[in-house]
């Protein structure tokens, strides 16, 4: 290591990638087809939520403040997708008798599908590297309300592809989704915006990118 020290080379690429060819925007019909299969109907207001339950990332923030957003939002759904670790949630929503509102969906193979249905994308992570949950989100022109860290600031434009809140500020968080909610028009435009940004973050991209690596490297 220390006769490499002075000879190494540190290689930036913009994440693994993301297939667009899966991860993309859908019309308002196939919006709505969609979201009868999966047995959501146009009226509802579907907050996504794509990670593991645990501590980091942090969804108990949100479901805490079901019931202020259900008194603004009365046909808001939250989708919970991925494996549970962390019971606290699934306690606080049994407690509260919220159901009807936040559903767990578990690990599933149709992410896709319900990041396509969603208005907002969400994460309230306390850390993050380059979530791909996010790319995700943004390939399918859906506005992102996320959390400050390094990680979301490298994805998300504050204003202008989504919100970034303080993990310490609930209000933040809730005047973000509220906004959005009340403006259908912006959602529209911060998803068309994350379309256009995906696209950097690409399957194709980064494997130029680490084509260009390999071929000076070897």
Do not use: W
């Not at 979201?35 to 146009?42: D, I, K, Q, V």
């Not at 990670?51 to 479901?63: S, T």
């Amino acid at each position: 290591m220390k006769k490499q020290k002075n000879h190494s080379k540190i290689y930036k690429i913009d994440g693994v990638g993301v297939n667009l060819s899966r991860f993309h925007s859908v019309s308002a019909q196939e919006k709505s087809l969609l979201r009868a299969e999966l047995g959501y109907s146009n009226e509802d207001f579907i907050i996504t939520v794509v990670a593991e339950l645990n501590k980091n990332k942090n969804q108990i923030m949100l479901v805490q403040k079901v019931r202020e957003l259900k008194a603004i939002i009365p046909t808001l759904k939250i989708l919970l997708i991925g494996k549970e670790t962390l019971p606290i949630v699934r306690e606080y929503v049994e407690k509260e008798n919220l159901f009807d509102t936040v559903q767990f969906l578990g690990y599933r193979t149709d992410v896709d599908k319900l990041t396509k249905i969603s208005d907002i994308a969400f994460s309230a992570s306390l850390r993050e590297g380059l979530p791909v949950n996010i790319i995700e989100a943004m390939a399918c022109g859906i506005p992102v309300v996320c959390s400050d860290n390094r990680g979301h600031r490298s994805l998300v434009i504050d204003k202008e592809t989504g919100f970034i809140f303080s993990p310490k500020s609930e209000k933040e968080m809730i005047d973000a989704i509220i906004l959005l909610y009340k403006n259908p028009a912006l959602r529209t435009e911060m998803g068309n915006r994350n379309i256009e940004r995906a696209k950097t973050f690409s399957l194709e991209n980064s494997l130029c990118e680490m084509q260009k690596i390999y071929y000076e490297v070897m």
